[in-house]
């Protein structure tokens, strides 16, 4: 287990490409072509410092790091009123650094940053408690879901009802609540709060209430609709999708139906990508 959790805690992550530069013969060829010219040089105006851009005692939580030159790392940090955003942890890597045993995954965090690009410059980070650590099972849940925030949430977007939601989840998960209940809900509340999802009470286009007894299919960019004969999404009856309105998954049939539909949902707003911890949780746990 303690390999696979390894595995799955890495994100691929790409580099910027190089800009094409002018060959030199080309810039001395057309200079000889030309005759030169005397031209006045306008006067220079200084420059106007930009303002520095500074955050101080922000809650977060680091998503993902990887190394950054040779001492350094580059943090991604799930934070309450800023999202999702990329640090740089400089020295983080050396063997005395403060940042060391800080910097570590589902640790509530108070952290600092200055600097507009878009990799800031980590400027503190404090562990301030107050959550159980995440161990066996629940430890890869933890996982899942920042690999989750990590490739459905965009950069610099706000959404502090979600972070409430992420803290909520971790913490059900450290006391031991079944797991699949915690994902389904989570699932939901990330679908919701980045827009993707609609209210599923009511029927796409019609706006009829959502009844218990009829079957539906979930169209991902319109909602619920009634089920016909030809369609290959999942089914699903109108009590399920109350239920997780409702989070409400005390019923085996909202469980099992739950299941299959964020499977479908959260692949079609992945565009077809992978979820390494997702695989890995069917394979073990049948989540």
Not at 29 to 52: Q, V
Request: charged fraction near 25%; hydrophobic fraction near 40%.
């Amino acid at each position: 287990m303690a390999a696979s959790i390894a595995d799955v805690s890495s994100f691929n992550d790409s580099s910027a490409e190089e800009q094409p530069s002018v060959p030199a013969e080309s810039v001395a060829e057309t200079s000889a072509a030309k005759p030169a010219k005397s031209i006045k040089a306008a006067p220079r105006r200084a420059r106007t410092p930009e303002k520095e851009f500074r955050i101080a005692g922000q809650p977060g939580f680091v998503l993902h790091s990887y190394p950054y030159k040779e001492t350094s790392l580059i943090v991604d940090v799930f934070t309450r009123d800023h999202g999702r955003i990329a640090l740089v942890a400089k020295g983080a890597k050396r063997p005395h650094s403060q940042l060391r045993g800080v910097l570590q995954t589902f640790q509530p965090l108070s952290v600092g940053w200055s600097g507009k690009a878009e990799v800031r410059t980590l400027t503190a980070a404090e562990w301030v408690g107050g959550l159980l650590p995440l161990e066996k099972s629940a430890l890869l849940c933890g996982f899942y879901l920042n690999e989750l925030l990590v490739k459905l949430l965009a950069r610099d977007d706000p959404h502090p009802a979600l972070f409430d939601h992420y803290i909520s989840a971790l913490n059900q998960l450290a006391h031991d609540e079944p797991a699949a209940i915690v994902l389904r809900k989570f699932e939901r509340a990330l679908l919701q709060e980045t827009g993707v999802a609609s209210d599923w009470r009511v029927c796409a286009g019609s706006g009829k209430a959502i009844t218990l007894e009829q079957i539906y299919v979930l169209d991902p960019e319109r909602g619920p609709r009634p089920a016909r004969p030809s369609d290959v999404w999942p089914r699903v009856s109108g009590k399920t999708l109350l239920d997780m309105e409702n989070e409400d998954y005390s019923d085996a049939q909202t469980q099992t139906q739950s299941k299959f539909l964020m499977r479908f949902l959260l692949a079609h707003h992945l565009n077809g990508a992978p979820l390494n911890t997702r695989q890995i949780l069917i394979d073990l746990l049948q989540l």
